[in-house]
């Protein structure tokens, strides 16, 4: 029988026994289940942090992966949870904006795409705390559909499922004014430029707060020790980073900051 992975992402950290608590009830329901951890060290309460880790590794899994992702302040509200078909894959977890990118990756590709509102109560726990959806209803629907049970049976289909505002780069008179999406573990500071929006890397100018960096190198050791670099990260966008270093804690950075970006054959 063919085994189906299951992904785990979530803001609950390992400490507390929530993540082992959710892959006991997946492993009783569908005990041929593959297991996998993308992140469980999402900041708390973070649903864009949330929704770009799942972005970055969600393609690279087997066709037919059960996404599961629980970043969700508003459990016990109003908020709907929901399970998807967006493209080759499923995905599971509140209805906050957490599955966006993923989302519009899909629509740009003509994918397949299918929301409903997990309102079937055969396919969650007997009791159901306010407080542990992940537990309860998201963990045991993840564990069915990789079963084989059918999107359809979990509930109806809901066609205005919550969507996230990324920031998006702006273009300006010399080039651009880009956004800090996401800082890695390294302190690496990701950018929403794309690499192909720099087209004579070697004549352009980044600013970051008060720190300027000329051109782009091709990899982090491409420097000495300490030194300031922007490059092009594994994602295709333009990175600042520091060589053995954190440019997070060199520059004091923060997600949404700006860095300015000067297409210097623009300008001289």
Known sequence: ???????????????????????????????????????????????????????????????????????DPGVGTSRRPVAARLGDYYFVGPDNGLFTPVLEAIKNKKGAIEFVQLSNPKYWLPDVSSTFHGRDIFAPVAAYLAKGVLLSELGPVIRDPVRLAFPNPERTDNGWRAHITSIDHFGNLATDLSAVDVPAPEKTLFRLHDREIHGLVTSYGQNEAGALIALVNSEGFIEIAVVNGSAAHLSGALIGDVVEVFLRSKVE
């Open 1 to 71: 029988m063919e085994t189906i992975c299951i992904t785990l992402t979530t803001d609950f950290g390992l400490k507390d026994g929530f993540v082992g608590a959710m892959k006991g009830v997946i492993s009783s329901i569908c005990p041929r289940a593959q297991l996998i951890d993308i992140s469980h060290d999402i900041s708390p309460q973070n649903i864009l942090e949330g929704a770009r880790v799942l972005f970055r590794a969600y393609s690279y899994f087997p066709a037919g992966t059960v996404h599961l992702a629980v970043v």
